[in-house]
């Protein structure tokens, strides 16, 4: 069938990450992308990401009159998982407009997962909940055998049925066996656009991998609307392959490996780290780990060896009175022992902080001011506590969730339940926070910076 | 020199936000929403995440 694919996450919607310009291709479209040509589809595609404004994706219908339109967002990227109104409204548009060129329309990602029936009112034919190729390659593979007649076998999508009642078939396994995805169609987008704005606004060029899927770990705030806690690696080998086509055919001073969580499995870091040896590949990376798992015996140290700049930790708070309400199953004093041994492996340390936590009092925020005080993390990513659906923290808090459910951009910060205190509180004390951090680095010592982390609890 | 000033300027911010940050805290409401303990996974009885799980 011809398809479009496209995404509703447009950057340029985003007024916080559209001005850090820190521009990532949509990796799970581009997978998605892949599986249907690979199953013999004429397949198009829309960048959103790159794109000021939906009517590219207006044109590009024009332009390929597709007999499917398909918006899929990019899964692996944090901010479609933050499923933001202004996409939502953006999806809105999209669909309008593909329905108006007569095509067929197939809706994927975690706010479609999350509120199916809202984009089947927007106009999409169907909604694939969860992750999404197998799903999408079945579907329409039946809807080019029988129409939608035909979908009522395919597990994991929602659709009206024909006398307008809401159909959901049962949820799909999630994929084990990831390596046998085809490689991200990398050949539909234009890298240069992207290496432009990076070389423009950063002076270098990164591009992005996944090398896993989902997350086992059980924060009560974290919302799982595409791999539930299901995790599948692919192997180190597979992923050092990939690193090395990526630097040869993208060339990017760095990658953005977009797990939940890298290297989870025990020894894949030294395998990965050897893998590329091998290879004799070198190309650096950020990533994202648990505190507890750095700790686990040659874990930096593989790390540094495979070629980790710089590491993100969510530390959450600095409170750990917070951090077991959350679920976290992490301490500060694992936060305070993996911020060390990074710094003394020579890698940059980021910790994302949530603030607004329910039972978060004025003593626990000065807690966290004190873990970034002791640790010195060279970056830090702030939000506070949003409430998604599927979270037993969202359900603690529905009943205090005003018509407003989700943020309309990606610095929005309200806090839409009752929280310990006001929006505007949070919205200052973000702001401050990194005053905060940037001072404390700049008035450490070089003593101080390089024995980070080191403490008593 | 370009740290320096960086550190001067993240303090010279930093001072009215605090001052602002305090006023609204003490406006603000506390909250209403305590800890539940029972929501503690231990508590629950249920395990720790097995790193084997998956493939």
Not at chain 1, 18 to 44: D, I, K
Not at chain 1, 204 to 211: K, M, P, S
Not at chain 1, 303 to 320: F, N
Not at chain 2, 19 to 36: C, E
């Amino acid at each position: 069938m011809k398809t479009l694919i496209g995404q509703a996450y447009h950057l340029y919607l985003d007024p916080k990450n559209w001005s850090n310009m820190e521009l990532f291709p949509p990796l799970g479209s581009l997978y998605a992308a892949a599986v249907l040509r690979e199953a013999g589809h004429e397949v198009h595609f829309s960048d959103s990401m790159i794109a000021e404004s939906t009517d590219v994706w207006a044109a590009a219908l024009d332009a390929e009159r597709p007999q499917l339109a398909v918006m899929y967002e990019d899964n692996f990227n944090y901010l479609t998982k933050m499923c933001l109104l202004n996409m939502r409204d953006a999806a809105q548009v999209m669909i309008a407009a593909a329905k108006k060129t007569g095509a067929l329309v197939i809706v994927a990602g975690s706010d479609a997962s999350d509120v199916p029936e809202t984009y089947l009112d927007f106009g999409a034919d169907v909604v694939i909940n969860g992750e999404g190729e197998i799903t999408l390659e079945q579907l329409v593979a039946a809807l080019e055998q029988g129409g939608l007649q035909n979908i009522q076998h395919i597990e994991g999508i929602t659709f009206f049925g024909s006398d307008g009642a809401v159909i959901k078939t049962p949820k799909r396994r999630s994929l084990r066996d990831i390596d046998s995805l085809p490689m991200p169609a990398w050949d539909l987008i234009d890298l240069s656009r992207y290496r432009e704005k990076w070389k423009a606004h950063h002076g270098r060029f990164e591009l992005n991998i996944a090398t896993s899927r989902g997350c086992p770990f059980h924060c009560n705030w974290c919302a799982k609307p595409i791999w539930g806690r299901a995790y599948n690696a692919r192997s180190p080998e597979k992923i050092a392959d990939e690193f090395a086509i990526l630097a040869k055919q993208g060339n990017p001073d760095r990658i953005w490996v977009m797990d939940d969580i890298f290297a989870m499995k025990p020894g894949w870091a030294r395998s990965f780290a050897n893998a590329l040896k091998d290879r004799n590949v070198q190309l650096p990376f950020k990533c994202l780990s648990r505190a507890d798992l750095l700790l686990r015996k040659g874990e930096v140290e593989a790390l540094a060896d495979a070629g980790c700049q710089e590491l993100w930790i969510g530390a959450e708070s600095g409170s750990q009175k917070i951090l077991d309400a959350m679920e976290k199953g992490t301490s500060l004093q694992q936060i305070d022992d993996a911020t060390r041994l990074l710094k003394q492996h020579g890698i940059r340390v980021g910790f994302f902080l949530q603030y607004g936590y329910p039972g978060e009092t004025w003593a626990d925020i000065k807690q966290t001011f004190g873990l970034l005080r002791r640790n010195l993390p060279d970056v830090i990513g702030i939000s506070v506590s949003y409430p998604l659906p599927g979270t037993p923290f969202h359900d603690r808090v529905l009943d205090q969730l005003g018509s407003k459910k989700n943020w309309q951009h990606a610095d929005d910060l309200d806090l839409m339940y009752r929280g310990p205190f006001k929006t505007s509180f949070y919205r200052v004390l973000h702001r401050f926070t990194h005053r905060l951090a940037r001072y404390q680095r700049g008035t450490a010592t070089p003593i101080q910076r390089d024995t980070a982390g080191k403490s008593n609890h | 020199m370009r740290e320096a000033a960086g550190t001067l300027r993240a303090f010279v911010y930093m001072v009215p936000l605090w001052a602002q940050l305090h006023v609204l805290r003490v406006t603000s409401r506390p909250g209403v929403t305590p800890i539940d303990p029972k929501l503690s996974r231990a508590a629950a009885g249920l395990g720790a995440v097995d790193l084997t799980e998956g493939k």
